[in-house]
Nanobody, 122 residues
Framework: QVQLVESGGGSVQAGGSLKLSCVAP????????VGWFRQAQGKDREFVAA????????SDQESVQARFTISADNAANTVYLQMNRLTAEDTAVYYC???????????????WGQGTQVTVSS
């Protein structure tokens, strides 16, 4: 069982920023893709960004691409999601997930963290 632990969620006003962290076991970090997804209430789980083997896969939504940045600290086995210029539409539970494949499809990710709530007030 792969354990992924997210942190960094919270409440912020529109226009603000948050940085989420996902800590993964070293074996996961070095051998799998680690991605971020989000799920707003009543909506499907949505791909945000993923990183693995020095490569990055971004959302195909321009508004997310322009404001969210994924990065990694190899020494800390941690993947980050920097979120800037947040809007109320970014309110969701944000999940970290791991997969052997680069994909935007959540079904390709067998391992998931517990999620962290991000709430943006307008």
């Amino acid at each position: 069982q792969v354990q992924l632990v997210e942190s960094g969620g919270g409440s912020v006003q529109a226009g603000g920023s948050l940085k989420l962290s996902c800590v993964a076991p070293e074996t996961t970090f070095s051998s799998r893709v680690v991605g971020w997804f989000r799920q707003a209430q009543g909506k499907d789980r949505e791909f945000v960004a993923a990183r693995g083997w020095g490569r990055t896969l971004t959302s195909d939504q321009e508004s997310v691409q322009a404001r969210f940045t994924i990065s990694a600290d190899n020494a800390a086995n941690t993947v980050y999601l920097q979120m800037n210029r947040l809007t109320a539409e970014d309110t969701a539970v944000y999940y970290c997930a791991a997969s052997p494949h680069f994909s935007r499809d959540p079904l390709q990710y067998p391992y998931w963290g517990q999620g962290t709530q991000v709430t943006v007030s307008s």
